[in-house]
T-cell receptor, first 115, second 111 residues
Framework: DGGITQSPKYLFRKEGQNVTLSCEQNLNHDAMYWYRQDPGQGLRLIYYSQIVNDFQKGDIAEGYSVSREKKESFPLTVTSAQKNPTAFYLC??????????????FGQGTRLTVV | GQQVMQIPQYQHVQEGEDFTTYCNSS?????IQWYKQRPGGHPVFLIQ?????EVKKQKRLTFQFGEAKKNSSLHITATQTTDVGTYFCAGLGGSNYKLTFGKGTLLTVNP
């Protein structure tokens, strides 16, 4: 099945530890995104990548890092510098279709809890 | 930077009433997209608007894109309990692939 996969669904970490969230897509999409969702805050953009080996900071990049070594993969590392890392993290991908459609497809999300 | 504001944050209606959520961008957009997120789920694409002044309909849902390509609205006629969820608008930047979401409107429907 084609799609975008995030793993794991739930993740627990101790404060001060770095943690990496996985995001893989087999849709052949060029663009990939990481969002953070908190209650009442909507989806806030952390990082996005338009193409392999290139990525841009979003609105809340501090305390996060990403890599885009392969088209299919866009892992997000939540570092110990992120002051409030407990949240629901959503990965998405998109491609501009022949009809100009740039629909984003989302993974199921990873709920990270830092204790 | 690009900001997308969305109001209201919450809306509770009786089944059969209409519902509207509004979206406004600080910058001109390439396109605006609308998503729906059911409780416990992830956002699912509803529609994309590209042209200035564009209006699109999906059954009871009507989507509009403003003439200046900076604002948009989603209107649901005669809401049903299946319409429950959070509706997000998302604006695509003019020169890049930055997709910025509004905070969403949580719709609850009383049967």
């Amino acid at each position: 099945d084609g799609g975008i996969t995030q793993s794991p669904k739930y993740l627990f970490r101790k404060e001060g530890q770095n943690v990496t969230l996985s995001c893989e897509q087999n849709l052949n999409h060029d663009a990939m995104y990481w969002y953070r969702q908190d209650p009442g805050q909507g989806l806030r953009l952390i990082y996005y990548s338009q193409i392999v080996n290139d990525f841009q900071k979003g609105d809340i990049a501090e305390g996060y890092s990403v890599s885009r070594e392969k088209k299919e993969s866009f892992p997000l590392t939540v570092t110990s510098a992120q002051k409030n890392p407990t949240a629901f993290y959503l990965c998405a991908s998109s491609i501009e279709g022949a009809d100009g459609n740039t629909e984003a497809f989302f993974g199921q999300g990873t709920r990270l809890t830092v204790v | 930077g690009q900001q997308v504001m969305q109001i209201p944050q919450y809306q509770h209606v009786q089944e059969g009433e209409d519902f509207t959520t509004y979206c406004n961008s600080s910058t001109t957009l390439s396109n605006i997209q609308w998503y729906k997120q059911r409780p416990g789920g992830h956002p699912v694409f509803l529609i994309q608007l590209v042209k200035s002044g564009e209006v699109k309909k999906q059954k009871r849902l009507t989507f509009q894109f403003g003439e200046a390509k900076k604002n948009s609205s989603l209107h649901i006629t005669a809401t049903q309990t299946t319409d429950v969820g959070t509706y997000f608008c998302a604006g695509l930047g003019g020169s890049n692939y930055k997709l910025t979401f509004g905070k969403g409107t949580l719709l609850t429907v009383n049967p």
